[in-house]
Every structure is written in structure tokens, then in C-alpha cells.
């Protein structure tokens, strides 16, 4: 999946409108999952290369509904792995990720608050070279409401990705 976090939260809130969820009643959550997803996809266009963000994603989704059968929220809990790869060389970079989502449908519009590790890559003698981690709040257009903690793929400060992937 491109960018799990963006395609977990605005996949969520934009789903929540076509797809028919079966409720039983406010007692306790519908659980989904754990769910299973592998894909590769273009995660940065640096020029000469494009890295390419071979993903395995897992996650597990809890539907909270009020009294009369409304979805009220959803909790996600996603993990997984990442690769980074240069499409033209082959460097590659693995990072694990661990974050959870929750979906809050009493705003409008619904917001999805993401909050861990979305990506976190660590380069052997050079650090931290491109996180996205902390707290992220948005709705399904991606408009940023709240943001705590390095965002690097939300901002789009590629080039220390890039730097590090050449």
C-alpha cells in the first residue's frame, strides 16, 4: 500500500461512506482482522531514481458503534515492514513501523489521528535521515489539522531521503 498511513487514515474515513459495515449494537466493537497486505509502490521522485517502498502491512480494525447502529469510530492498529529501494541501483534500506490510527465521526468532516512510527529510516554512520513520526490529524482530503513530531513525507522534505537512497 502506498504511504500505509495515508492510505490507512483516508482510505478509513473515505470507505466508511460506500462500505456496509454489519452492526450488532453499542456493546462492544466489531473486530476485523488481522489483516495482511504486501505491495510495492513509488514512495519519492528523486531525479535520476525514484525509491520505491516495498511494504508489509498488517493491521487489525475495531468499529465502535452508538445505540441506534452508527459508527461512531474506528481503531486501527497497523505494523509492518518497510523497504526502501533505489529503483536504479538496488540500495535498500528495511525499517520496521508500528502506529495506530483512530477514525472520529462525531467531527465534520471525520478526522483520522495517526500516531507512532509512520517511517523512520536510519542510514548505518548517518542517523536519522527521514522520519515521519508522532501525532498526525487529518481528514480524507489529507488537510492537516494538528501535526507533533517530525512529518517528512506530510511536508514533502524529501531530499534527505534522497540524499541517503543515491
Not at 53 to 62: C, F, G
Request: with cysteine.
Amino acid at each position: 500500500m502506498n504511504t500505509r498511513l495515508i492510505v490507512s487514515s483516508l482510505v478509513l474515513v473515505g470507505l466508511i461512506v460506500f462500505f456496509p459495515f454489519s452492526v450488532a449494537s453499542a456493546d462492544g466493537p466489531v473486530v476485523e482482522g488481522p489483516i495482511h497486505e504486501e505491495g510495492t509502490t513509488v514512495l519519492a521522485d528523486c531525479g535520476s531514481f525514484q525509491v520505491l517502498d516495498v511494504s508489509e502491512l498488517n493491521y487489525i480494525t475495531r468499529l465502535f458503534f452508538d445505540e441506534e447502529g452508527n459508527l461512531v469510530k474506528i481503531v486501527e492498529q497497523v505494523w509492518g515492514t518497510d523497504t526502501f529501494t533505489n529503483s536504479v541501483t538496488g540500495k535498500a534500506y528495511p525499517m520496521d513501523f508500528h502506529n495506530n490510527v483512530v477514525v472520529d465521526f462525531s467531527t465534520t468532516p471525520p478526522r483520522a489521528v495517526n500516531m507512532g512510527i509512520i517511517f523512520r529510516l536510519i542510514v548505518p554512520g548517518a542517523g536519522a535521515v527521514f522520519l515521519d513520526v508522532g501525532r498526525i490529524v487529518l481528514d480524507r482530503q489529507g488537510n492537516v489539522y494538528f501535526q507533533a513530531g517530525p512529518h517528512q513525507f506530510f511536508d514533502g522534505d524529501l531530499d534527505g531521503l534522497c540524499a541517503a537512497m543515491e
